[in-house]
């Protein structure tokens, strides 16, 4: 396995709680597990996706009556994995350490379906601000699963400086850079980066979204989560917290939810207008990683070269992989973004 076990022994993001429902399981990837979710009469359920009789892919099985039914034999499987009918056979003595399932943790918070793989993750997952914030309108986008890992891409959304070269004319400029302070603050076990400045950025989408910027921070929630939040004068304007939910060593699994103030206008043209924005900025970021990854596939590794703008050095490495980094705040560096 080739994650980190920080990574595999906490809390994940695999689907929508909308999108689990009706007889129909959903299969999903985490850290290289198939996982097949349904809908049960306690709750979603999340079953391996693999028949404990035959190993026939559980998620090519249909829900009935709350408990998931293989298609080989048959066999019936309940949110807890008990296995609840062999058919043809009858069901008093079925012996359940035998028969049963290997059943998931499951919660659902949010709209979002959060599973582990392992018992050493809590009780609970973790959280960042404003997750679940009754005051602010909330949306999810999610985007099906992307090439690249994980890891790139969460370094990808912690890293200014390729935002106005890749995203030229939607986010920043290449051609009209604006004066920037960066200033890092570890937390010991995350870290963020605040970007400061005078005006908003020139790219299309700060000038239809934004009335006023002051600074954007963008804080690493490790393993898997980003939240960047833009504020303005008037208080937070933005706050979009990005999960990447590690599928297979070479794809992931991009969720994102936008979490805007109350009043300014409403929610779904908001949302509307995020998307329109978004689509092509996420298209570039999309490609990037996935070509990124053809290349270290091509020469078997990654092999990166730390340059003057990657003022977060090997901090995110070392986050992702459970350690901590010394809390404190690092010395502000100007720059043109
Ligand atoms: S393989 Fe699933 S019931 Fe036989
Ligand atoms: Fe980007």
Excluded at 329 to 337: I, N, P, W, Y
Aim: aromatic fraction near 8%; charge should be neutral.
């Amino acid at each position: 396995m080739a994650f980190p076990d920080a990574v595999t022994d906490d809390w994940h993001m695999v689907a929508l709680a909308k999108d689990i429902r009706g007889s129909t399981v959903r299969k999903v990837m985490l850290c290289n597990t198939p996982i097949a979710l349904f809908r049960s009469a306690s709750g979603i359920a999340a079953l391996i996706d693999r028949c404990p009789h035959r190993n026939y892919p559980l998620s090519e099985g249909r829900v009935e009556n709350g408990t998931l039914s293989c298609p080989y034999h048959g066999w019936r499987f309940a949110a807890d994995g008990r296995c609840v009918e062999v058919p043809g056979c009858p069901s008093a003595a079925l012996p359940q350490a035998k028969l049963a399932a290997q059943p998931m943790r499951v919660v659902e918070r949010a709209g979002a379906v959060f599973v582990n793989l392992s018992d050493a993750a809590p009780d609970e997952p973790n959280l960042p601000p404003d997750f679940d914030n009754p005051e602010l309108d909330h949306f999810w986008w999610q985007q099906g699963t992307w090439q690249g890992r994980a890891f790139d891409a969460i370094e990808n959304v912690m890293d200014p400086f390729h935002t106005g070269h890749l995203h030229h004319g939607f986010i920043r400029r290449r051609d009209r850079r604006l004066p920037v302070r960066l200033v890092v603050t570890s937390h010991g076990d995350g870290i963020e980066m605040a970007i400061e400045q005078d005006a908003p950025d020139l790219g299309l989408m700060s000038r239809f979204l934004e009335r006023d910027r002051q600074r954007s921070i963008s804080r690493y929630y490790p393993p898997t989560i980003v939240q960047a939040r833009w504020e303005g004068h008037t208080g937070l304007t933005l706050c979009v917290t990005a999960i990447f939910t590690p599928a297979t060593d070479g794809s992931f699994t991009p969720f994102a939810r936008f979490s805007t103030r109350r009043g300014f206008a409403p929610g779904w043209l908001k949302q509307a207008a995020i998307r329109l924005f978004l689509a092509p900025v996420v298209a570039q970021d999309r490609k990037a990683l996935a070509r990124q990854h053809a290349t270290m596939a091509l020469f078997g590794n990654p092999r990166f070269v730390e340059g003057p703008g990657d003022i977060l050095g090997n901090r995110l490495q070392r986050l992702w992989s459970g350690q901590h980094v010394p809390p404190g705040a690092d010395e502000g560096v100007t720059a043109e973004l």
